[in-house]
């Protein structure tokens, strides 16, 4: 069965970490593009970034930028959501999702909208509070 799984998320004081997991299983990451996503109540569901399967770049929303960090370790077939200085506004269901994209630069990836993406979580939920 191919699906990715997320975890990691949970309650957490502004200005907090929290390091989210995308876990694969069925299919292999070295041929996927990684992509996560957060849907906070009455919204859109949004990009925070993603990552490329040809050699690791990123790519980041304006809105984390210099505060995520994405990366994957492909031993263990997993791709990691890294939340610095965590603000109220960032408090939403975290998704993770694949797209088959093997040899797609990040410049072509970055341009992916939610609907391209094959496989999705469940998500995780993230509240950033006090």
């Known amino acids: 069965q191919l699906q990715v799984v997320e975890s990691g998320g949970g309650l957490v004081q502004p200005g907090g970490s929290l390091r989210l997991s995308c876990a694969a299983s069925?299919?292999?990451?070295?041929?996927?593009?990684i992509g996560w996503f957060r849907q906070a109540p009455g919204l859109e569901r949004e990009g925070v970034g993603c990552?490329?399967?040809?050699?690791?770049?990123?790519y980041y929303a304006d809105s984390v930028k210099g505060r995520f960090t994405i990366s994957r370790d492909n031993a263990k077939n997993t791709v990691y959501l890294q939340m610095n200085s965590l603000k109220p506004e960032d408090t939403a269901v975290y998704y993770c999702a694949a797209v088959y994209a093997n040899g797609l630069t990040i410049a072509t990836l970055s341009r992916f909208s939610k609907y391209e993406y094959d496989y999705w979580g469940q998500g995780t939920q993230v509240t950033v509070s006090s």
């Open positions: 990552i490329s399967s040809s050699d690791g770049s990123t």
């Open positions: 069925g299919l292999n990451l070295d041929y996927y593009g």
